[in-house]
């Protein structure tokens, strides 16, 4: 099965990807991800991309599209793929179609993970993390169980992500929105947009998500 994950940075996109790959052996293909892994590679995609960049330009569709082919025609993609960050135009959409069907695939669904704005800043600026163990932590829906002491290996030093501030957020939110609305239109239009909480716990976003997958499956 072929899936678009779509949700602003903070809705969980990353979090669901991983459970479907290690659930269902779906491969999320980030297009960040591929770019840097086909540079390293050397492969003939990657070498022209890293002109590109070494050139100080932005990599243009066609390189991106042959990336994302390169990437499916490789095996572990055959139990699925999930297209995170892609496409972002209607061209891009148009592609990723034509890409599909030269494989004798299909995209069989689109799903959104919808969030409420305010609830999604509130979500992101409030967390923190131990800096010794990395674990997570929340202003407001986990605090350590002993103030100021890692639960998890007793650390006393805690960070935050210098963009995790309420300005950046909602800059990111205005981005997801201006490019993702004018590609909803058309996958709407196939009827293959299914929206789910995103603001719902994880464990209930993969259900909703698994619900999906399962209806379509058959």
């Known amino acids: 099965m072929n899936i678009i994950l779509l949700g602003p940075p903070g809705a969980g996109k990353g979090t669901q990807a991983s459970r479907l790959e290690a659930e269902r052996g779906m491969i999320q293909l980030s297009t960040g991800d591929m770019l840097r892994a086909a540079v390293k590679a050397g492969t003939p995609v990657g070498l022209k991309a890293k002109a590109v960049m070494e050139a100080g330009e932005l990599v243009s569709d066609a390189i991106v599209s042959a990336l994302i082919g390169e990437r499916l025609d490789q095996a572990d993609t055959a139990g699925g793929a999930i297209f995170d960050g892609y496409p972002r135009t209607e061209a891009q959409a148009e592609a990723l179609d034509l890409l599909l069907d030269e494989r004798g695939r299909k995209l069989d669904a689109v799903i959104e993970l919808a969030v409420d704005e305010d609830a999604l800043v509130d979500r992101i600026t409030g967390r923190f993390t131990c800096a010794a163990c990395g674990a997570g932590y929340h202003d407001r829906y986990k605090q350590p169980a002993a103030a100021g002491v890692c639960d998890v290996c007793g650390s006393t030093e805690f960070k935050r992500r210098p963009d995790d501030n309420a300005e950046t957020v909602r800059t ?7 490019k993702t ?4 239109p058309v996958y709407d239009a196939r009827g293959i947009v299914h929206r789910v909480d995103g603001m719902a716990d994880m464990d209930a976003v ?10 379509l499956a058959g």
């Open 172 to 178: 990111r939110m205005a981005e997801y929105r201006a």
């Open 206 to 215: 993969a259900r909703d998500i698994a619900a999906i997958l399962d209806s």
């Open 181 to 184: 609305a004018p590609i909803l």
